[in-house]
């Protein structure tokens, strides 16, 4: 974990040392060159330091966690690298100053000398001191450290044994530890059996814990003997090839003993070709368990060799690029249980029926009873007989098992139904909830409860405490482990990524956009290539998302992620992380008093009213974030006083009504978040925030902004939007920010939500050619010229948004955008526009993907003109179109699917053709006044995923109930008021 530290200080010793910054320096410090010189020497000795540190600790992470020793040094190396990062911190912050500050302070020898020169002196002798900490650490750690690991560096054995054991341990659950994976059991089986006689490819994928492993072992012994040969080997990350191929030829040559003792001391080629050579003329499955990387299995699969034997190999994998190797149509994708599996998998484990013994289990006793009911013994002598032999082990398994006198009568009742009682009910629900359908988490929950007392109160309390026993319960070993290799696994940039996701509340939806821009500010991203850092950042969290540990809750139309979060599970592990190595700390209104602040990031989820909590430690915080609306201005006040590095500040939702002056002294805030509150005016000092990356201002009561935020020359995002309606359905339903001029020095803009549009915004607009997605609102008539001018030369634009002044103001936007794929348009079109505006042209390599328009006042069916727009995923029409009827004709729109039409006065009939949409997923009408019969051919389009029919009259709530077409189908529906 400390790794992760240092991974950002050095980060941000890169951005002091860049060149920028150092030309800065030079001409900020040119009288003191010599000194200037020997503080950046330093500077980079310290990050060379501090890199060799970083690879050494990745390499040690996994073999010394919870080591006493180990984890103490660590301690001190992230106090060292935080230091560092103050010190780099304030740096910057004198170099980013334009002029000295021009105090001067007389000596003890009388001697005067400007600040700025003392400030880096004092800078300078504290990182001198930091390179004889670092330098000590690593004495420290070569004498002691190593040691305690018998001087081995080496821990691939180690993480290969560990992985083995969970692979183990999973392998040997029960199979009634697979409630709820019927459908992809027989799945399982039905690809080993069936098939061709080509060497099929299985891959089972899925998060940590969801039960691949049980599974596909469960499937192995009911399938096995149908092969000629089979093996199952477990794979880690770290994996030996030999060791794996030595385990695989013990697999296959079980009755061979002395063809096994001679595998260790073949070596790989010999290994290889007895492998290939016993596979070659043999029908075999092999199971491959675990496999981290697609090197893995190409290293492996050149081996199991394609002989046209019907051979299968299956791998069970928590990476999707992994999976992705598998045959054609050959993945097979584990999801959390439903809530009904859950259950009978949660009771089945806390509140067991009786069970047969397993095989071997009628030994001692058990064979003594069963050999004593052959002979006859019967009724109370039996039972009697039983009990005196009993050990009070015996008697907890004589009351689990069913017994039957040779009369046939059941000497004890069994509970077949797993019944949980009533009482527990409730709890038992949520204590399931938690678990989130995580099958193993389950099993473990389920056994702790089975050994408790099955009352309210101790019930209540594991439910309380469920969190704490997860991280501290050693029942819980393997499923902390289990999760925890995937952590480890991670490369430290992901690690700092997935750590932060934790600090957000339980089930909280991340938008994507969201949390890729506080993830840069946080300076988590490093820049590839002439990638954007938002693009890197989209990588990372497809990364993550291909890794299961975020969970992919939504995507967008074209299949962009959109909304995902974190597993529960995996959140309260991580969380426990983040407090262990002082990483940040979620806070809410279960915590009283002041808060002790050792880490560096801070998220408040909810607040008591009347709180007034102050917070130690204030100075060494880089992030704030709130998530209500009850942290006192005292509090804010507090944190732009006290926190003078800090990076993010979000306080969305809150009731205020202005920002302190103060604001402006955070010299290294690149993310002020002020969505939802009631600021009505920025202070004239945020002009000073010069490193300010976001500025999200989204339904504040702000309309104007300070002449000076054009002076913020790095700003990437501005989100400045009043909303008025937010069904989007009124014609002046939002609006957004005036900038009176200067909106041309905001060149690394590439968000711009959204501009009121004026003369001289809209002849500055060109200036921001790196704009990816343009909201501009008021737009009138005579500006599109000049509009078009502008947007031609933003090559990289996105999505674009334009809304005129009025109804009646037409807009003429005859413009080729090749890389656009989101089109909103809010105003009068002219005739023709459809057919002549290069917008709506299917040019080769069309992206257009969305495409709404409102109040158009098109008076021809623009279905044949957009028809044409074969790429379009989601089509709205709101007021667009004042005809009577529309067609969609066979192949159209292949790959729309979502369609809206909403308040088209005159629409009384619209006809689907067989073949049109084939994709569409939903279909939304919307106050259709006209309308008065059911579309023709909706049945083609069924069955939706979604299908409604809102604000309708009475008699077309008839026709539906009546329409044959629809019956069976799930439609929503609302009556107009």
Known sequence: MAEIVILLAIKKIGVALAKGAVDQASVQFARYRTQLLELQGNMGRVARELRIMHDVLCQMDIRNRNNQVYEGWLEEVRKVAHVMEDMVDEYLYLVGQEHDIGCFFFLKKGIKKPRSLLSLNQIAFKIKEIEKDLTHLSETKNRWVILINNGDTNNSNYIVKRAQDLANISRSLD?????????????????????????????????????????????????????????????????????????????????????????????????????????????????????????????????????????????????????????????????????????????????????????GAWKGLGGELMEQRVLGFTGLRFLTQMLDKCSLGYLGWICDTSLMAPSGMPLLPRDTNHDCPPELKHLSKEIVNKCKGLPLVIVLVGSLLRVREKTVEEWRKINDQLGWELINNSRFDHIRNVLHLSFMYLPTHLKSCFLYCSLFPEDYIFKRKELVRLWIAEGFVEERGESTLEEVAEGYLKELIDRNILQLVERNTFGRMKEFRIHDILRELAMDLCKKNS???????????????????????????????????????????????????????????????????????????????????????????????????????????????????????????????????????????????????????????????????????????????????????????????????????????????????????????????????????????????????????????????????????????????????????????????????????????????????????????????????????????????????????????????????????????????????????????????????????????
Not at 335 to 358: G, I, Q, T, Y
Not at 686 to 703: A, M, P, R
């Open 583 to 977: 990483f940040g700390a979620a806070y809410d209104k279960k915590c009283a008093g002041s808060l002790e602040m050792d880490g560096r990031r801070l998220v408040f989820h909810n607040l008591k009213n009347d709180s007034d909590q102050l917070i130690s430690g204030i100075h060494q915080l880089r992030t704030v974030i709130t998530l209500d609306n009850s942290m006192p201005l005292s509090t804010i006040t507090q944190l732009c006083t006290g926190s003078r590095y800090m990076t993010v500040l979000v306080l969305s939702g809150l009731p205020i009504e202005k920002i302190p002056d103060a604001i402006g002294d955070l010299f290294n805030l690149r993310h002020l978040g002020l969505r939802y509150t009631k600021v009505k005016k920025l202070p004239k000092s945020v002009e000073k925030l010069s490193n300010l990356l976001t500025l999200d201002l989204y339904e504040c009561d702000i309309h104007e902004l300070p002449r000076g935020i054009v002076k913020l020359k790095k700003l990437k995002h501005l989100l400045a939007e009043k909303i008025t309606d937010p069904d989007w359905r009124e014609f002046h339903c939002r609006g957004g920010m005036r900038i009176t001029n200067g909106l041309g020095n905001l060149k690394n803009l590439q968000t711009l939500q959204a501009l009121e549009a004026n003369g001289e915004s809209v002849k500055y607009l060109g200036e921001l050619r790196q704009l990816r997605s343009l909201r501009l609102w008021n737009v009138k008539g005579i500006y599109c010229a000049r509009i078009i001018e502008s947007i031609v030369q933003m090559r990289y634009l996105s999505t674009l948004s334009v809304n005129a002044s009025d109804e009646n103001e037409v807009l003429l936007l005859n413009v080729c955008l090749p890389n656009l794929q989101k089109l909103f348009l809010r105003g009068r079109l002219a005739e023709g526009a459809l057919d002549e505006s290069p917008l709506f042209q299917a040019a080769e390599g069309q992206t257009l993907y969305e495409l709404a328009l409102f109040s158009s006042e098109l008076r021809e069916d623009p279905l044949p003109s957009l028809s044409r727009l074969s790429n379009l995923t989601r089509l709205e029409f709101t007021r667009a179109y004042n005809g009577e009827q529309l067609t969609f004709l066979t192949g159209w729109f292949p790959k729309l699917k979502v369609l809206q039409l909403v308040d088209l006065p005159n629409l009384n009939r619209a006809e689907i053709q067989q073949g049109a949409m084939a994709s569409l997923e939903r279909l939304e009408l919307f106050k259709l006044s006209s309308m008065t019969e059911v579309p023709t051919g909706i049945e083609f389009l069924l069955p939706l995923q979604y299908l409604g029919f809102h604000e309708i009259t009475s008699d077309f709530l008839t026709l539906l109930c009546q329409c044959s077409e629809i019956q069976g189908s799930q439609w929503q529906h609302s009556i107009r008021d």
């Open 175 to 359: 199979d009634e530890d697979l409630v709820g994976m019927d459908a992809s059991g027989e799945k399982l089986e039905k690809w080993l059996e069936s098939g061709g006689m080509e060497r099929f490819v299985i891959a089972l994928l899925g998060m940590g814990g969801l039960g691949k492993t049980t599974l596909a072992a469960n499937i192995y012994k009911k399938v096995r003997d149908k092969f000629q040969c089979h093996a199952w080997v477990s794979i880690s990350q770290t994996y030996s090839r030999e060791d794996v191929l030595r385990n695989i030829i013990k697999e296959l040559f079980k009755d061979k003993v002395s063809i096994q003792s001679n595998t260790e001391v073949l070596n790989i080629t010999r290994l290889e070709e007895t492998v290939k050579n016993f596979l070659e003329q043999k029908k075999y499955l092999i199971i491959l368990d675990d496999i981290w990387t697609p090197e893995a299995f190409d290293d492996l699969s050149r081996v199991l060799i394609d002989n046209d034997k019907g051979s299968r190999l299956m791998i069970t994998t928590r990476e999707a690029h992994v999976a992705a190797l598998a045959s054609k149509g050959h993945i097979l994708t584990l999801e959390a249980l439903p809530e009904d599996k859950a259950w009978d998998l949660f009771c089945k484990k806390a509140f067991p029926s009786n069970v047969k013994p397993r095989n």
